[in-house]
């Protein structure tokens, strides 16, 4: 959908992949779990049917059943994760990236944010004659 200055001009191409490749993944980490369709859907809560048109990347199921899956599955949500962090920053997810392990780069990105939190933390809560490196000695 080109933009008209109203809304955001938004790269959402990847994400007509992601529901695919999303599947395809959730059906991977079931089968290495020894799950069946049916157990999973169980789980879930919902019908075999539906537990199928998730596994098969079926554009009429929601994003949010791909990372309750992936997660119930104890499987990366990476590949989803990152695309949608690019769009929000108006940014082209790399296609490349998206048939790759994403987990690596998953765990650095919460890695970055975390010691970026640690650091405002130490600052926030350092004395205020910490924070001016001895300017102030009496």
């Not at 008209?4 to 991977?28: C, H, N, P, T, Y």
């Not at 104890?74 to 108006?90: C, E, K, N």
């Amino acid at each position: 959908m080109a933009s008209d200055g109203k809304f955001a001009d938004v790269d959402l191409s990847i994400f007509k992949e992601l529901k695919k490749l999303s599947g395809e993944k959730i059906r991977q980490a079931r089968k290495a779990l020894g799950f069946t369709q049916l157990e999973v859907a169980t789980e879930m809560g919902g019908s075999l049917r539906w537990y199928r048109a998730i596994e098969t990347g079926d554009p009429g199921i929601r994003l949010e059943d791909h990372l309750i899956a992936m997660l119930r599955l104890g499987a990366s949500t990476a590949h989803i994760a990152l695309p949608v962090l690019y769009a929000g920053q108006r940014m082209r997810f790399p296609r490349q990236l998206i048939h790759g392990d994403l987990a690596y780069i998953e765990r650095k990105c919460i890695e970055a944010i975390s010691d970026a939190v640690i650091t405002g933390l130490k600052q926030d809560l350092s004395p205020e004659w910490s924070r001016d490196d001895g300017k102030h000695q009496s």
